[in-house]
């Protein structure tokens, strides 16, 4: 009796606890990964990144890099002049999305992005399981659908994994 009611709470406790810490890695281009001819807006589309969640790129080290920039350098393929304070380079560029809003990521590399449309643009929503409203505050013409891509890491599932080992435990 004691033992099924502490079983539940700590259930109750675990899935409740599951939002809050979890987050996403997201593969940029997925097996694809980051290289020119690929079609990172189609890639992008579908997808819900919230704050907290990770982007990683994954290159060639040399071959391209990793610029963030603003609407109007994603529009314009224009590598900010300070490129060292904003640009990855090491092949393997797990970037944070620490922040809501619209982020913008190009390939500074030649023409990469002009002509190999290596750009991709995301919006980041709140963070998941503080309430926050899963609608973007501002109205983007991004289609909201559930992610179903098989790259994403959910790291939630370490913690499903602990409380059920708990669980057969006691
Ligand atoms: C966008 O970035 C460029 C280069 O860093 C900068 O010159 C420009 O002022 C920025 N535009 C906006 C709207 O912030
Ligand atoms: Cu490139």
Redesign the pocket.
């Known amino acids: 009796m004691a033992l099924s009611r502490f079983l539940t709470m700590f259930l109750i406790v675990a899935v409740s606890i599951i939002p809050i810490i979890s987050s996403t890695d997201f593969i940029v281009g997925d097996d694809n990964g980051w290289a020119t001819g690929f079609d990172y807006q189609a890639w992008a589309q579908g997808k819900e990144f919230h704050a907290g969640d990770k982007l990683v790129f994954k290159y060639m080290k040399g071959k391209h890099n990793v610029m963030r ?2 609407g ?2 994603f529009q314009q393929c ?1 590598v ?2 300070d490129s060292s304070t904003q640009g990855f380079t090491t092949g393997n560029d797990v970037i944070v999305l620490s922040s809501p809003g619209r982020k913008w990521y190009i390939c500074g590399i030649s023409n990469h992005c002009e002509n190999g449309k290596m750009k991709v643009a995301i919006t980041v929503q709140p963070q998941i399981g503080f309430g926050a409203p899963t609608s973007s505050p501002n109205p983007t013409p991004t289609p909201i659908s559930a992610a179903t891509g098989t790259s994403p890491i959910y790291s939630s599932w370490i913690v499903i994994i602990f409380a059920l080992l708990i669980a057969i435990m006691f």
């Open positions: 920039v603003n109007t350098g224009a900010p002049p």
